[in-house]
C-alpha cells in the first residue's frame, strides 16, 4: 500500500482517473468534522451561542444564483455581532453546512480532507462570529 494511503482506504490504480474524489465513508468524514469542532478552542465554543452543525453532499444553488455555484460551506443565520434583543425570542438556531462532495473532489488525500474541513468549519464559525469573508481573507482564511 503507498505510503501516501491511510490503511483501509481503496487504493487508486496507477493510470485511473485522477479527477475523482477522494474516496472517503460518510462516517469518516463526519469524523472530520466533529474533530474539527472538537478542536474548536473552549473560550470560542462557549461564546458559540445557538448553531447547529450540518453535512449535506451538495450545495444546491438558489434561484437567481450561478448554476455553477461550488460551496465547501455555508453559514446561515444572524452572526453574533448583529444580534439584538428581540434576537433571542423564538429564533431558530443559525445553521452552518459542510458540503461533502465538493471538499472531496478537491482533496487527494485523508490528511488534506481533514485539513480542509477544518479549514471550512473554522470560516464558517468566523462567520458566526460576524466575520467577513473579506476579514478572513486579509487574515489568510481563504
Request: glycine letters at 6%.
Amino acid at each position: 500500500m503507498p505510503a501516501n494511503l491511510p490503511p483501509g482506504l481503496p487504493i487508486v490504480p496507477d493510470g485511473a482517473d485522477n479527477d475523482a474524489p477522494f474516496p472517503m465513508t460518510d462516517e469518516d468524514f463526519e469524523s472530520a468534522v466533529s474533530d474539527a469542532l472538537d478542536r474548536i478552542p473552549p473560550e470560542v465554543a462557549k461564546a458559540m451561542d445557538n448553531v447547529a452543525v450540518f453535512i449535506e453532499d451538495d450545495y444546491v444553488p438558489q434561484p437567481g444564483e450561478d448554476p455553477a455555484t461550488v460551496l465547501l460551506g455555508l453559514y446561515e443565520g444572524v452572526p453574533l455581532t448583529e444580534r439584538d434583543a428581540w434576537w433571542g425570542a423564538g429564533s431558530l438556531p443559525d445553521r452552518i453546512t459542510i458540503y461533502r462532495q465538493p471538499i472531496l473532489e478537491i482533496c487527494s488525500s485523508r490528511e488534506e480532507v481533514i485539513q480542509e474541513v477544518a479549514i471550512t468549519v473554522t470560516h464558517e464559525i468566523a462567520h458566526h462570529f460576524g466575520i467577513s469573508d473579506e476579514r478572513l481573507h486579509e487574515l489568510g482564511w481563504d
